[in-house]
């Protein structure tokens, strides 16, 4: 979940392309809870940048982790100042922008497979 809807629609692109499922884009925080809490199933990773409109991105997660608290959420975002908080409170991994999309792609996989990469 991103605010930019170009950064969105690549991301995407990318992991559509790389064969790994997307079950719903969402655009800032409160969007992508109730997009979180309609899924049935519930995804089992989100990507989610961390400024967002309306809800910030630890915000949105910890929400997440109170609906699903097996949920994990992978970071990207360029504000790095969070990325001791978003570890901290449960985040999977924390990728910072600017970002290839192959990093991106490389990050998803590895916490698909349970795995610190």
């Given at each position: 979940m ?11 692109k ?13 655009y ?11 899924s ?14 309306s809800?910030?991105?630890l915000e ?40 290839s999309?192959?990093e991106?792609v ?12």
């Amino acid at each position: 979940m991103d605010d930019e809807a170009a950064i969105v629609d690549m991301y995407s692109k990318i992991l559509t392309a790389s064969k790994i499922p997307i079950a719903f884009v969402a655009y800032d925080g409160e969007d992508a809870i109730r997009k979180f809490e309609d899924s049935n199933p519930k995804p089992q990773i989100v990507i989610m940048d961390y400024r967002m409109p309306s809800m910030n991105g630890l915000e949105a997660s910890k929400k997440i982790w109170k609906i699903e608290p097996a949920t994990r959420i992978i970071f990207i975002s360029a504000d790095t100042g969070v990325r001791d908080e978003a570890l901290k409170a449960g985040a999977a991994a924390f990728i910072q922008k600017p970002a290839s999309l192959r990093e991106i792609v490389l990050e998803v996989k590895c916490v698909i497979r349970g795995l610190n990469c």
